[in-house]
């Protein structure tokens, strides 16, 4: 068992090494694995915060304001 995963381990580091130094896909070897990947993710939720915050802080502002006229108008009511 520990052999054929050693066989397996060894085929797809073969296959990785093949891959990299391959000239059809030398170019896209910077976009690949976890870094990569983690500052796609990362660059893709800033933007989407800065895009959804501004909208999300207006709607949150003006809900606030029309709490605190509704508490205005029923404390002027007691």
């Given at each position: 068992?520990?052999?054929?995963?050693?066989?397996?381990?060894l085929?797809?580091l073969?296959f990785i090494a093949?891959?990299?130094?391959?000239p059809?896909?030398?170019h896209?070897?910077?976009?690949?694995g976890?870094?990569y990947?983690q500052?796609?993710?990362?660059?893709?939720?800033?933007?989407?915060i800065?895009?959804?915050l501004?909208g999300?802080r207006?709607?949150?502002?003006?809900?606030?304001f029309t709490?605190?006229?509704?508490?205005?108008?029923?404390c002027l009511n007691?």
């Amino acid at each position: 068992m520990q052999k054929i995963r050693w066989n397996c381990l060894l085929t797809n580091l073969y296959f990785i090494a093949h891959f990299f130094s391959h000239p059809a896909y030398r170019h896209l070897a910077d976009r690949l694995g976890t870094p990569y990947l983690q500052r796609v993710l990362n660059q893709q939720l800033t933007n989407h915060i800065r895009d959804t915050l501004p909208g999300l802080r207006d709607k949150l502002q003006v809900n606030r304001f029309t709490l605190e006229v509704k508490c205005e108008n029923m404390c002027l009511n007691w």
